[in-house]
């Protein structure tokens, strides 16, 4: 479990194609503090450390995470934003995010809006229910609040704004259109979402 607060930023530093792909990726996490099986959530997926060294740890990815995320982020040279699994008494600064990608979304576009950046996200139509104005939403591992909310043709269209800070401390910053980004709901609104379902059967 997370929360969506970055916590540092890695680089993949190597992906290595063998039974499934194993990514090593530079932190400045102190290494020494991470444990062979901890839980690491890489731009929004949760993934387990399976070896790791004086300042990076490794991750083997299996084919169906990399089918259904963002295929940009498993390449040498990709940034990711890290955040170390919630324990007990650590502050809830986000929303709970569980680092189980729902749907991989495409910027629609970017504007300056004051001092931070608005950024115009389309995702599947199958997302509409899951998705409300002021309600929370995590793009490749960040806990964001929807700006505003609309159907389309093409699918559901959202967006967020990206302030200075958050620009600065995690990969959104470089944001660009066409670019794709690993999208999860609100756990509450995807249970809820499940009972629904249920209740018209």
């Known amino acids: 479990m997370f929360t969506g607060i970055v916590t540092d930023v890695g680089e993949v530093v190597s992906a290595e194609q063998r039974g ?34 004086e300042d990076w740890f490794a991750f083997d990815v299996s084919a169906e995470t990399v089918s259904r995320t ?24 986000g929303h709970i995010v569980t680092g189980h990608v729902d749907s991989v979304g495409e910027v629609l576009g970017t504007c300056p809006e004051g001092d931070s950046t608005r950024i115009g996200v389309r995702v599947d139509r199958a997302l509409a229910p899951s998705i409300a104005q002021k309600g929370s939403i ?32 995690t990969t959104l910053g470089g944001l660009t259109q066409g670019q794709q980004l690993n999208v999860e709901i609100d756990v509450i609104a995807r249970y809820i979402d499940r009972m629904m379902v249920i209740r018209a059967q």
């Open 20 to 53: 499934d792909l194993r990514l090593r990726i530079r932190t400045g996490y102190d290494i020494a503090t991470v444990d062979l099986g901890a839980s690491i959530s890489c731009s929004g997926v949760c993934l387990t450390v399976v070896d790791k060294g």
């Open 70 to 93: 963002a295929a940009d982020m498993w390449r040498e040279g990709a940034r990711l934003n890290l955040e170390r699994s919630l324990r007990m008494g650590d502050e809830l600064g």
């Open 138 to 169: 995590t793009l490749n591992g960040v806990s964001l609040t929807v700006n505003d909310v609309k159907d389309a043709e093409d699918g559901t269209h959202f967006a967020v704004n990206i302030i200075p800070h958050t620009a600065k401390e």
